[in-house]
């Protein structure tokens, strides 16, 4: 069995756009299911434990974004999950906002990218209007090779959708992928099977698959596809 974590807040799920977040956590499981051949429990992030990953032996962790601002969540709502990312057990891929958990439990430090400047127009006023973002489909650097982003390529195209990032690299871990904009694309556990993107690769498409790639090549280091 895999852990499909839902990070959303449960506030944001009251919100005009909660039903169509709620939907694509569905899609992403069944993706997850399709990609390794498991089962793929959906846990919300508030009810994950150590002793939920003895309890289903699972074999790895993979930790969605979520709308709500990091500073919705208290401290107390994600000591378990932050317990789970320090016991280090099983392989564990977190996405977005998942990442920025992870990063934030093992010392990095989140904070917005920062305001658009004043007379600058804003390419998103739907989105988190006047702040700078990153939306949409757009190319990442991939800055060395390591087993998780065989055959992507220099430059694979990904999902964001984020006005926070972390600010730097937590002990541990190597920075593997940047943009201009937000510098900590892509962080690796220097020994271990953990990664965390600031970009959404769950949300690939025909059109730029190379998300799936990803997410696939995270189930072979985890030994659950060949």
Known sequence: MIIFVD????????????????????????????????????????????????????????????SADPTDYAPAEQAGLQA???????????????????????GGRLDRIGPIPEGEPDPFPDYAAGLK?????????????????KGLGEAPIMREAHTWEVKNVPD?????????????????????????TQFHPEYYTDEHPAGKHMIENFFRVAGIIP
């Open 84 to 106: 789970v990312f320090r016991q280090k057990s099983v392989p564990t891929f977190c996405f977005c906002g998942g990442f920025e958990v992870m990063a934030e439990t093992f």
């Open 133 to 149: 973002k990153e939306f949409g489909y757009m190319p990442i650097n991939v800055l060395e090779p390591h087993p998780f982003l």
């Open 7 to 66: 990070n959303e807040h449960e506030d944001a799920y009251q919100k005009p756009w909660g039903e169509r977040i709620m939907a694509a956590r569905t899609r992403i499981k069944y993706r997850l299911e399709d990609i390794s051949g498991e089962t793929c429990l959906i846990v919300r992030y508030n009810h994950m434990t150590p002793d939920l990953i003895k309890k289903y032996d699972v074999k790895a962790i993979l930790v969605s974004g979520n």
């Open 172 to 196: 541990e871990f190597k920075l593997y992928g940047s943009t201009d904009m937000t510098p900590v694309q892509i962080i690796i556990h220097e020994s271990l099977p953990i990664i965390g």
